[in-house]
């Protein structure tokens, strides 16, 4: 693939792994990266974000720099979450090839061989791993991730067994393409598919933690849930959101418009010569169905309103940026570059 993003890759591969509080896996997972990334004979870099660790992680690291200099440590100020290290370690690689993984040791780097040769085997741009046989607690992890697995598959139509393993490999243009920002490393496939880039799943091996604490609990579902219809919004109606509003603000307008009509009618007819056709007479005030077709009425204004609101947003957000509102694969000519440029407005 002849695109600009791999002239700026200066390594074989990058591997980014946010850290937070994993003082006692650091040096033993480093070492089984490097039993893993050695015998490809791979120019590669291991990007350790910390994220506010209030334990001896740093240390851990800045001592793993010092023996190693393919060490990379990135250190927040404080906790920023997942989704930043992964954000960080994106911006900071510099591997024609990303991959991710987590500092608790339950991915295995035994498995990065497998997701490299999956990359150019098939050609894709990203290789999502399945933990096939997940090692974790059923009610507390593994329940809620096939319930929120199964529900955004529905809602979005990206089709993976797996969706919440963090072993990925990714080419350079797509991590340069991401911007994750919130908790949004919960939907990168679907984020990437927006994107247009092709994905492909293998099973990965995944292990029991040996050390430290799992940071994730059953209120991780109920913010996917409100994730969800972010990314949903995003993914169908983020450059048209008048699309959206548009439509339910006419459903409302119109529904309220034929109660009141109907109504209107109802009280003609039942003031003609006492009552006509059964209707009798009554105060069409006293109705609760009157506020209901002036409260749909009201709202069909709202939504519309919203929608143009969110229309100039949309324009202020690509126009002020000067960005595109596509994604360019691929230029064939003489300089690609230059034209890449051209296209996407970025520095070459």
């Known amino acids: 693939m ?19 509080n994993e003082e006692e896996n650091i040096k033993p997972l480093h070492e089984e990266i490097t039993r893993a990334t050695v015998p490809l004979d791979l120019d590669y ?16 690291v800045k001592a793993l720099f010092a023996e190693d200099k393919r060490v990379v440590l990135v250190r927040f100020r404080r906790n920023f979450g997942q989704t930043a290290g992964f954000s960080a370690g ?32 098939t050609g894709a741009d990203v290789v ?8 974790d607690g059923f009610l507390m992890r593994k329940l809620p991730s096939k319930i929120a697995n ?6 979005t139509g990206v089709k993976l067994k797996d ?65 969800l219809v972010t990314v949903l919004f995003l993914s169908k109606y983020g450059d048209r ?5 548009g439509w339910v603000g006419i459903l409302s307008g119109f529904t309220g418009f034929l109660m009141g009509a109907w109504m209107s009618v109802q009280k003609i007819l039942a003031g003609l010569q006492g009552g006509w056709a059964g209707f009798q007479a009554y105060e ?43 994604r360019v694969k691929e230029v064939v000519r003489d300089n690609p570059s230059l034209i890449r440029q051209r296209l996407t407005h970025a520095d070459p």
């Open 45 to 60: 870099e291991v990007i350790y974000v910390d994220d506010g660790s209030s334990d001896g992680s740093v240390d851990e």
């Open 2 to 20: 002849n695109t600009v993003y791999e002239d700026q890759a200066t390594k074989d591969l990058s591997i980014v792994v946010p850290v937070f």
């Open 284 to 326: 069409i005030g006293e109705r609760p169905l009157l506020l209901l077709a002036i409260l749909l009425i009201i709202l069909g204004v709202q939504f519309l309103i919203s929608g143009l609101t969110a229309e100039l947003l949309v324009r202020t957000y690509y126009e002020s940026q000067n960005k595109p509102v596509y």
């Open 128 to 135: 999502n791993g399945w933990r096939k046989d997940r090692q």
């Open 150 to 155: 199964k529900m955004i598959a529905n809602s």
């Open 163 to 227: 969706r919440g393993c963090s072993m990925r490999a990714f080419r350079f243009e797509v991590v340069k393409d991401l911007h994750l920002y919130g908790e949004m490393h919960r939907f990168i496939p679907e984020m990437v598919n927006e994107a247009g880039y092709s994905m492909v799943e293998v099973p990965v091996n995944h292990r029991p933690r040996v050390a430290g604490q799992s940071k994730y609990g059953l209120s991780r579902t109920f913010r996917v849930l409100l994730d």
């Open 90 to 121: 994106f911006a900071a690689a510099q591997g024609r090839v990303v991959m991710t993984m987590d500092a608790d040791r339950q991915n295995d780097p035994a498995d990065i061989p497998a997701l490299l040769a999956k990359l150019d085997e």
């Open 241 to 245: 959101p008048m699309h959206l509003f």
